[in-house]
C-alpha cells in the first residue's frame, strides 16, 4: 500500500508543476505569437463600462429602486471622471508637452525661419536717396 500512496502522491506532484508551468508557457506562446498582452485594469475599460452603464439606464428610463439610482448616480459621476481625464491628457498634458518641444528646438536652433527674430531695423533717414 506504501507503494500506491507513494506512486499517487507522486502523480499528483506532477501534475501540479505541469499545472504551474502550463500558464507560463501558454503566456509566452501567446507573446510570442504576437497576441498583446491583456490588462483590464485600464482607463479604456473603465471608460468603456461607464459610458454604457449610463447609457443603459438612460435607456431604461427611470431606476426603479434605490440600488439602480445609486448606480446611475455612480454611472453620471463615471463619466464625468472620463471626461476630465480626456480634458486632462488631451490639452493640458499635450499642450505642456509641444510646449516643452518647442522650447527644446529653439535652444537648438532648429527652429524655422518664420519664427525667428530679425535683428535689422531700417530707419526712414538711413534709407537709400532715389537716384
Do not use: C
Amino acid at each position: 500500500m506504501a507503494t500506491r500512496r507513494a506512486k499517487r502522491r507522486q502523480q499528483q506532484q506532477q501534475a501540479h508543476r505541469a499545472a504551474e508551468r502550463a500558464p507560463h508557457e501558454q503566456r509566452r506562446s501567446d507573446v510570442a505569437a504576437g497576441d498583446p498582452e491583456r490588462r483590464w485594469r485600464t482607463f479604456p475599460v473603465l471608460a468603456a463600462f461607464v459610458v454604457g452603464l449610463l447609457i443603459a439606464s438612460i435607456v431604461n428610463g427611470r431606476p426603479a429602486n434605490e440600488a439602480a439610482a445609486a448606480l446611475q448616480i455612480a454611472a453620471i459621476f463615471g463619466v464625468g471622471y472620463v471626461l476630465a481625464h480626456l480634458f486632462v491628457l488631451n490639452v493640458i498634458v499635450a499642450g505642456r508637452i509641444r510646449r516643452r518641444e518647442a522650447a527644446r528646438a529653439a535652444a537648438a536652433g532648429d527652429e524655422d525661419d518664420d519664427g525667428e527674430w530679425v535683428d535689422e531695423v531700417v530707419h526712414p533717414d538711413e534709407r537709400a536717396a532715389p537716384r
